[in-house]
C-alpha cells in the first residue's frame, strides 16, 4: 500500500512539475504556492512514514532472522548428541562382539568330565556346595584339579629319570676304567710283536708311525702320500714313500690359538726391531717378510724310485704354505759310480733333470696366479731367483699334491685326488724312463768322447758293415754360442731351439773333408727327436742352407725318427742318427765329382758304396738311403 | 686345408715343423683359370692355393695356407702340368690325373692313373718334366729311365719312346711350329728331336762349348726354354742363349750358382736356381736384376698367363714367393 502510494505521488509530482512550466503563469500563482507547500509537507509526511516502515520491515526482518538462527543452533546440538550417542552405541557394541568372541585358553585344556571330577577331586578342590550353583566357580575348580594332577606326575617323572641317569653315569665310569688299564697292555703286546713283523716282512708299525705323522702333513703333501702309496702298492713295487722333517714343529704349526702364537710373533718382532735397529730397517724387513713368504713346511716328502737297473731317483717335494705350491727337488743314486764324461755333465744336473717333463713345463716360475700379488707386496721379481733354495715348482708336481691352478688346461674339472690319481701312472712313468734316457745318455757319451759311435747290435742291420768316416770329436756347447753359429739359424727362426735345450758339437771326419753337425737335443728324449744342422768343409765351405746334398743328409737324421730309434724306449735313437750321419758323409764324399782345372783328377774317396744311381731328380741328390740286406744305396 | 699324409704314424706338432723344415718344392702349375695355384713337394704331397684369396685386399694369413694338401704319390713329385681341365702330376713312374674342378671344390680325389712301365727291378725311376705338345695332342714325359715317353692325350696310350741319351732327362722344351721336341739330360747333352718321326735331329753338347762349360759344376743341363728361334740352357754350364738355327752360343749370363728353370717373358730373361735369387736378364748377356727369394735354392718359376700376372717361386723351403711386380717379392704362401 505504501509503494503503490509512492508510485502515484511519484507520477503526480512529475506531471506536476512538467506542468508547471506549460502552465498557467499569470493567474493563480498565489495558489500554486500554497498548493506546492501543502504539497511538500505532505510530502514531507510521507517521507516520514517511508522511513517509519522502511525501518520497521528492517527490524522485523532482523527479528525473524535471529529465530531461525536460535532454533539452528539448538538443533544443532541436539544433533551433537545424538551423533555422540550413536557412537558410544556402536563402540559399545564392537566391544560387546568381543567380549563375546573370547576364547580363553583355558577352554583348550582338557578337563575332565563333571561327573568325574565330583567323584575324584578332593573336598578342598571341588568345593561342591558352591560350584555346584556357579558355573564360574566349577570352572575354576577343576582347572585347580587340573593343575594338582599334573604336578604330580610331573615329579615323579623327575626322580626316577634323575636316578637311571646316575646309575647310567656310574656304569659309564667303570668301563672307563676298565678301557685305560687295558691301553698298557696292548703296548706291551705291540712291543713284543715288532719282531715278528719284522720277521714276516708286514711293517704294521712302519705304515702306522707314517700315518700318524701324515696327519699333520698339509693337505697336498698328505694327498701326494696318498696316492703314491696307493700307487705303489697297486702296481710300482719300486716306488717307496718317507716323509721327513721336524713333526712338532708342523704340530705347532696346526695349533689353532692364534693368540698365543700373535704373542710369540709380536715378540718375535720385537725382538727384530730391537736389533734391526742397529742395521738398515727397512731392508732388513723386507727380507723377513720375503723368507717369511717362501717358508716351507717343516714336513716334506721322499719318494724313492728304483729302476730295473739298480739306480734310484730320490724326489724331495716341499709344500710352500704361503704361497700355496709344492715344489721337488731330485737327486740321482746311480747303481755303479759313473765315470766322468765332460759332455754328460749337464745330463744329470738336479737343477735340470727334470725340466720339460710335459712338454714347456720348465718350472721356473710360480703356477700360482695369487702369487704374483704377493710377490709383489715383498719386492720378489721372479721366482726362478729361489729355485735352487726351494725346488722347481713343476705343473705335474702341483698335479699330484691335487692342486689344481686357473692357468692349466681347462679341460678338467677334477681336483684333489682325482686329479693326483690321473696323473700319478704317466708322471711316475715319465720319470723313470727321464732318469734312464739320461744315464743311458751319459753311458753314450763316454763312448762319444772316446771317438766311438756305440751301435747296439738290433741297430746294425740300419747301416753298412763299412763306415769309413769316423767322429772326431763331441763336446756340448751352449745356447749362446749355438745361436751364433751360421749354419743353425733357420732353427732358430722356427723357434725350435730353447733356453731349456742341450746342445752339442759333433764333427765327423773322413781325410781332408769335415763334417760339423750342431745338435739341439730336447730334455724330453727320446720322445722328442734330436735336430741335426750341418756344415762341411771340404774344397770350400757349404751347409744344408746351400747344398741340397746337405740339406738332404740333414732329413735322414731329423724325419726318419720311427726308423732310427731301435728298440723302445728309443734310446738308441742319438746314436743312430751319428752313425747314419757318418754313412751319409761317406755317400756324399765317394759321389762327389772331382773335377779341378777341367781334368778329373785322382779321387780322394774312391767308390766304395754300391750305389744305382748317383743323382736324381732336379737337384741331382745322392742315394742316401741304405738297404739291407742287398747293401746298396737307393733314394727315396 | 685338410692334411692327408700317407704315413699311419700320427706326427706331433714338432714333428710337424721338423718335417717342414725339411720340405722342398719341386713343382707348380696355375690351374686353366689361373686363380689357382697347385704344387708339388718331396714328400709327395700336392697343395693347392687359392691365389685369388691370397691377393685379394681383405687376404689374412689364412689365405696364405693351402686350401687342399693330399697325398699323390709314394715319392717326390717332381713335375706338374695342367691341361684345360685337369691338372697332371708325377710320381715315381707314374702320373696321375686330377680333375681340377674337384680340386677347387677340395677333393682330392684321384681321376686316372697312369703307368709310364719305367719299373727296373731294383727301383721304380722319377719323372722329371712333362710338356704339352697342342698341335699333335700329345704329352712328353722324361725322367730317370734315360728316354723320353710320348702319349697320345686322348687315348692315354703311349706311342713311342725317343732313346738317345746315356743320363736321366732333365727338362723338355716344345717348339710348337716346327713340331720339334728339345731335351736337356744329366749327360751334358741338348737333343733336338722331330717328334713326328721320333728321331734325333740334332745333339749339341754344350760343355764341349769354352764359353758355357763350368767343369767346376758338372756337364748336366738342368733347365731349357724355347722361343722358337731362341733356346736357353743352363745348369752345370753357366746359363746361355742360343740360336737354334746355328746351333751357336749368342750370349752367356754370368750367374753364378746353377740355373735350374729359365723362361722367356716379354723382352726378359727369368732364371732360378741356387743362390737364392730370381735373375732378370736381358737378350744382350746382361743380368739386369737378382732378387733375393725366401728359399736358399730354388727348383721351379711358374708365370700365371691371365690377366693379373703373378710370378711364384718355389724351391728348398716350405715357402712359395708370390711376385705381383717382378721386382720385388709380395708375400710368400707356405705349405
Redesign the interface.
Known sequence: MASEALKKRKPKVIRNEGGTPEGKRGRGEGEQSVEIEERRRQSCVHFMMLKKLNRLAHMRLKRGRDQTHETKQKVDVLHLQLQNLLYEVMHLQKEIGKCLEFKSQHEEIELVSTEDFFTEAPAEISRPHITKEDPHQLTLARLDWELEQRKRSLAQQYKTSLASKEKIEKGIEVKKEYLSSLLPGLQSIMQASLPLQEYLSMPFEHVQKQAEVAHHLPPPLYVLLVQANAYGQASDKNLSVFISGDVDEAKALSKPPEDSQDDESDSDLEEEQNTKRRRATLGGQLDDKRKEMLKRHPLSLCIDLKCKDGSVLHLFFYFLMNLNILTVKTKVSPSSQLCGAVSAGELLNPETLLNCLYASDHGRETPNPANRYQFDKVGIATFADYISDLGHPYRWVQRLGGLQFPCDSPESAVTGSALSANHMESTMKLLRGRLQARLALHKQFISLEHSMIPVSAECQDLFPAKVLSRLARWTTITFQEFVELPMVQ??VK?G?AHETDLFFMAVLERGTARLQAAIVL?PRYPD??P?YSLSLLWKGERSG??D?NL?AM??EV??F??ELQGPRPGHQLLTNQLQRLCMCLDVYLETE?Q?????EGPREFPREKMC??T??????LKPFKYNHP?G?F??? | GSRVRLCVVKMGPVEVQFSLLHMSVYSQSFSPCGRFLAAGNNYGEISVFSLSAALSPDASEASQKPILTFTAHDGPVFSLLSTDSHLLSAGNGEISAWSWVELIKRVGVEHLKIDVSLRTSLEIPEINTMVLSLKDNSLFVGGGDNNIHMMDLETGVFKSTLQGHSDYIHCLAVREREGELLSGAEDGAVRIWDSRTGRSVHCVEIYKYEECSRPQFGKWIGCLATDSDWMLCGGGPSLSLWHLRSLSPTSVFPILGCQRQAAFYQDLILSVGEGGSLNHCLLSGEVKAQIPCTPPCLNTLALNGTEQRVLTLGGSSDQIDVFTNLSYRAFSLSF
Open positions: 733357420h732353427v722356427a725350435l730336447n722328442a727327436t735336430l742352407r746351400t741340397d740339406r740333414e732329413s731329423n724325419v725318427r720311427m765329382s773335377v779341378c782345372d777341367g781334368v744305382l744311381r743323382a736324381r731328380g732336379p737337384n741331382r742287398q746298396f737307393s733314394h727315396r
